[in-house]
């Protein structure tokens, strides 16, 4: 990890906070543009923070039906509108901070100096309008730094069209004045590359793609292309590879420590114990990203096939069972039960059974993806916090980017093409090859095998609630029962005592009223789950934000 300028951002704080020493007319709640604006390494410090604007850790796949912790309004179908939405609110700061740099820069006399200073500020404009993009959808297009009354703040939204192409052309721009990430030296290390220009672009196309195809609309082919030429610029690029650093178990250790400045990693929010720190660890360790049956079925067995339809699956009635002869990312996302991983976070007796004793709503499964082996940090977690980083985008996700918009191009995918996107990810998983052969001659679909690989290998890092929006199945899989661990029939069914004290929540008849007619756990039932096709594949827009500006429409069923 570089740390240098993550203490510079401490720098742009003190600099915006600034100290009271006598009369002094310059605003000290701001950097003023009279006496800032002169030289690179001020433009420097101001693209510095943007970066706080990339999107942190977060237990984000609770959003869908993968993960769960305590139940999602979201991911139910239950929320309502409100007045303010922070994520709306804090990606319109940043746009407007990008505009100013963007703008400073063109204007400066030294605007040569500042080409990959601005091409970051287009990056970062970009992400933003992104992170609105994909929640609401068609936002209103600020290209300029704006005056409190100017008219342009109350502008209609743009159409859908044009905001993605803006954060195409956004990324296009940026992405011929950034460096290529082996170009980076000292404290550079970590900033805005080509590369990531061209990942981001991938994936908002990909995105796009899939959700005007699967709608119908007669653009999806345009924005395949892009995600196919992103990704293959990627590709070819040769500045990134998978992290293989650990062997069998690099799937593990790129999540944590060890993945910091991987070859995989294209861009990360960057993280140091006592200067910038998170506590995910500690959110992932007391259950509130717990994996759920569905994820669990996800994963193949080592012989390549779904555990509907392969011999060496062992069923789930002995302790760990359904574990075995699976594919090892299983047992790298979640822990198995009555194993001694297990004594690295959770204390007995978790390590004999696979509940939260202080928690009634839990799957029974429990994450080991992301939990630290940092023993100094797990010890004091809120005090030292955790120095590893948020793969923001990492080269994984471009392969299969490139292998899913190369098949929904045409509907299609050749081995060729397979061989060098996702069944590299395989290979480093130590998983059979996936090719047209394998999948005919089983039965398979191939689009639902490049869905599951994408989901498998992403699993818990937040693409989920996306990608079943773009994928319009949203509708089929979100109103459906939460589900976790079989119990009926299983050891977890028999009383565990721990000091005279019974502390298995499930060994009264209580657990009864809890599974499904096979004995697994409902968490939630479908019962209480719904999902409004009409509705619930945008989030609604702030009410306030329409109330201070009229031209806004609220998104359909809102």
């Not at 570089?2 to 701001?30: A, Q």
């Not at 989901?455 to 773009?470: H, M, V, W």
């Not at 019962?527 to 009410?543: C, E, I, M, N």
Request: charged share 25%.
């Amino acid at each position: 990890m570089n740390y240098k300028y993550l203490k510079v951002f401490v720098i742009v704080l003190l600099l915006s906070t600034g100290c009271k020493k006598g009369l002094d007319l310059i605003p000290k709640d701001s950097i003023s543009d009279a006496t800032f604006w002169k030289t690179a390494a001020d433009f420097k410090l101001a693209a510095n923070n943007l970066y706080f604007s990339l999107e942190g850790f977060n237990p984000g796949d609770t959003y869908s039906d993968i993960a769960y912790d305590v139940p999602n309004s979201v991911s139910n179908g239950t929320y309502q509108s409100a007045e303010n939405d922070s994520r709306w609110t804090n990606a319109y700061v940043y746009i407007r901070r990008c505009n100013k740099i963007i703008e400073k820069a063109a204007a400066s006399p030294i605007a040569a100096e500042l080409k990959v200073l601005a091409a970051e500020a287009r990056f970062f404009r970009a992400y933003n309008y992104w992170m609105l993009y994909k929640l609401f959808g068609e936002v209103p297009l600020i290209a300029s730094e704006l005056d409190i009354d100017d008219e342009a703040l109350y502008a209609p939204r743009a159409t859908r069209r044009e905001t993605v192409d803006f954060i195409l052309n956004d990324l296009t721009e940026a992405a011929a004045d950034l460096p290529e990430q082996k170009a980076l030296s000292g404290g550079d290390i970590g900033r805005i590359t080509r590369g990531a220009a061209q990942a981001l672009k991938a994936r908002v196309a990909l995105f796009e793609g899939t959700w005007e195809k699967a709608r119908g609309a007669g653009n999806a082919n345009t924005y395949l292309d892009i995600a196919i030429d992103a990704a293959t610029t990627v590709m070819n690029s040769a500045q990134y590879t998978l992290y293989t650093g650990k062997g069998a178990q690099s799937y593990r250790y790129l999540f944590i420590d060890e993945g910091d400045n991987a070859p995989e990693c294209i861009l990360d929010r960057r993280y140091e114990v006592n200067i910038s720190s998170q506590t995910f660890p500690s959110t992932v360790g007391e259950g509130h990203l717990l994996p759920t049956k569905k994820l669990a079925d996800m994963y193949l067995c080592a012989d390549g096939l779904p555990i509907t339809r392969s011999a060496l699956f062992q069923g789930y009635d002995q302790t760990g069972s359904e574990f075995q002869m699976r594919d090892p990312r299983m047992t790298m996302t979640i822990v198995i039960p009555g194993t001694g991983v297990q004594q690295l976070w959770y204390p007995e007796p978790v390590a004999s059974w696979p509940f939260y004793p202080q928690r009634n709503a839990n799957t029974g499964y429990t994450t080991y993806k992301f939990l630290s082996e940092d023993a100094a940090s797990n010890k004091s977690p809120f005090t030292l916090g955790y120095g590893y980083d948020r793969h923001m985008l990492r080269y994984a996700e471009v392969l299969l980017v490139y292998a899913e918009a190369r098949f929904e191009r045409n509907d299609a995918i050749s081995d060729e093409d397979l061989a060098k996107s996702v069944n590299l990810i395989r290979q480093r998983a130590g998983m059979p090859a996936l090719t047209n052969a394998f999948v005919g001659a089983n039965g398979l679909n191939m689009r639902e095998e490049i869905r599951r690989e994408r989901t498998i290998e992403l699993a818990l890092e937040g693409f989920r609630y996306d990608d079943l929006r773009r994928w319009k199945t949203a509708e089929q899989e979100l109103p459906t029962a939460i589900k976790g661990i079989k119990i009926v029939g299983t050891p977890w069914a028999n009383p565990i005592v721990v000091e005279g004290q019974d502390r298995n929540p499930y060994s009264d008849d209580s657990w009864q009223k809890r599974t499904d007619a096979n004995g697994f756990i409902i968490v939630e039932s479908a019962a209480g789950r719904v999902f409004d096709p009409q509705k619930h594949y945008l989030l609604p827009l702030p009410t306030k934000e329409i109330l201070i500006n009229p031209k806004l429409t609220q998104n359909p069923g809102w």
